[in-house]
């Protein structure tokens, strides 16, 4: 972060507001993400984490405030999806692979369509990156052969294919019992160990604490609290107390 | 009550019954293969953005849900004739079929692309894939997947159907019964010929439509789920 150049955030959010119908779920939501930082967003059901997250790859569309990914503003109706979809790797709650290709040409699709390389080549990266998340074995199963734990390993893999700059996770082990929970977190804990920039939504706030630079707590749809992990073991909000004092700080 | 049959002199004429059944099977084929194209085009354009191509495709279903085979082909028939274009019954036949079969394939495809999770869509969408990438690679095979079934029995249905062609004298299958019956006067024998012949042709669609299967969908097979 010594030069210039780095010291942009690779993404930020700034006064972000969005609503469904007449339900507000964001409301002037503004934080930063560093390169290689891992960002922890927490917060209840329905205070808008989720939403957020979304937004930041456009799932969502933003009724104002400002958003800019890898220099791109994302608020604005031109942005160049594809292009900020190639910057952004996203993994989601119910891991999404695609239930008709086999673990291998999950990965390779998105390479080879969308950054036109070649398939020989796109195989060896797919081997590369599930041997990443511990899957070699299963590159040539489909979906429906490996548990959750595994599809979603697979999925992370899916994105890395594509060389984001920055990650997001949402949920990612919420569908999962706590041992494939286990395998998943490791998988991520390697990735910021490598340096990848991510954010993510969670509700694993022993992980969240161990693993993220920073906590953004939502509440309401609005950042509520925001610091560094030892907000966790020392909130200084009565909301944030609540929270983590709920029984969800879970080692 | 004598009931009489006499098969033998009906059976004389089986060059004329196999060479029905190939043109039905060819007719059954090549309607087939352009309805299936035709219907999941206008399925994809039943979610087009733009309301005058959604709306096309949406009379252009209804159109031919409403109306009568026969009219349709009539219509194809004669219209084109009207306007100078002097085609073979054959290909006449064709193209009406093409156009009877698109419009209930599209409503099949419509119910498959429909049945896709909205998170399949996202997912490829978060990799960056374009609008056309999505439908080719993550939405077309497994709707049809999902609907193969009922796309199976819509195709058998065409081609018993095309059996109203004979109004164009198209020389298929119940063209050559109702000239054999009337050269022969055994006209109940003929059309229990026929009737065993359209089962036959009825069973060999259903296995290609069953061969087909295994090669479009590699999972099943690996897998060993039915369809």
């Not at chain 1, 031109?78 to 239930?99: H, M």
């Not at chain 1, 994105?159 to 700059?165: D, I, R, T, V």
């Not at chain 2, 020389?171 to 010929?193: C, G, H, K, P, W």
């Amino acid at each position: 972060m010594q030069q210039t150049a780095s010291s942009t955030p690779i993404v930020s959010l700034r006064d972000v507001q969005k609503s469904f119908g007449s339900l507000k779920v964001l409301d002037g939501v503004s934080f930063t993400v560093e390169r290689g930082e891992v960002l922890a967003i927490i917060g209840r059901s329905g205070s808008g984490k989720s939403t957020a997250l979304r937004c930041i790859d456009r799932f969502e569309k933003v009724d104002g405030g400002e958003i800019t990914v890898c220099g791109r503003r994302v608020d604005l109706p031109d942005v160049d999806l594809r292009a900020l979809r190639q910057d952004v790797g996203i993994v989601f709650q119910s891991y999404n692979l695609f239930p008709h290709l086999t673990i291998e040409q999950n990965i390779t699709l998105a390479p080879c369509s969308v950054k036109r390389m070649d398939l020989s080549e796109a195989k060896a990266l797919a081997h590369k990156v599930l041997a990443q998340v511990g899957l070699e074995e299963k590159i040539h199963a489909y979906p429906e052969q490996l548990s959750g734990g595994q599809q979603q390993r697979a999925a992370i893999a899916r994105s890395l294919a594509m060389q984001p700059k920055v990650m997001l996770f949402d949920e990612v082990t919420s569908a999962l019992d706590p041992e494939l929970t286990g395998e998943v977190l490791k998988v991520i804990e390697q990735l910021a160990a490598d340096g990848m920039t991510m954010v993510m939504v969670t509700h694993e706030m022993g992980f969240a604490r161990s693993i993220a630079d920073r906590i953004v707590f939502m509440h309401r749809g609005k950042v509520h609290e925001t610091g560094p992990a030892s907000i966790l073991t020392a909130p200084t909000t009565p909301e944030l107390v609540q929270f983590v004092g709920t029984g969800n700080l879970k080692s | 009550m004598n009931i009489e049959l006499d098969f033998p002199a009906v059976l004389e004429r089986w060059p004329n019954f196999l060479g029905g059944a190939i043109l039905t099977l060819e007719l059954a084929f090549l309607a087939t293969v352009s309805g299936a194209l035709l219907g999941t085009l206008a399925a994809v354009g039943r979610g087009a953005h733009s309301r005058l191509i959604t709306r096309i495709c949406k009379v252009y279903v209804e159109a031919i849900r409403n109306t009568p085979l026969l009219v349709q082909i009539f219509l194809v028939y004669f219209g084109l004739a009207s306007i100078g274009l002097k085609l073979s019954a054959f290909t006449v036949a064709v193209v009406a079929l093409t156009i009877n079969v698109g419009a209930y394939t599209a409503e099949i495809m419509r119910a498959g692309f429909e049945a896709i999770p909205r998170g399949q869509i996202e997912a490829a969408e978060g990799l960056a894939l374009s609008r056309f990438q999505i439908y080719w690679h993550i939405i077309l095979l497994p709707a049809v997947e999902k609907v193969y079934p009922a796309l199976t029995s819509q195709f058998v249905l065409l081609m018993l159907a095309s059996s109203v062609c004979s109004q164009i004298s198209a020389e298929e299958l119940t063209a050559v019964a109702n000239y054999v019956q009337s050269d022969t006067y055994r006209a109940f024998e003929t059309y229990i010929i026929v009737a065993v012949l359209y089962i036959l042709l009825s069973l060999v669609m259903r296995a290609g439509f069953w061969g087909l299967g295994l090669v479009l969908f590699p999972r099943r097979r690996r897998l060993g789920t039915a369809l």
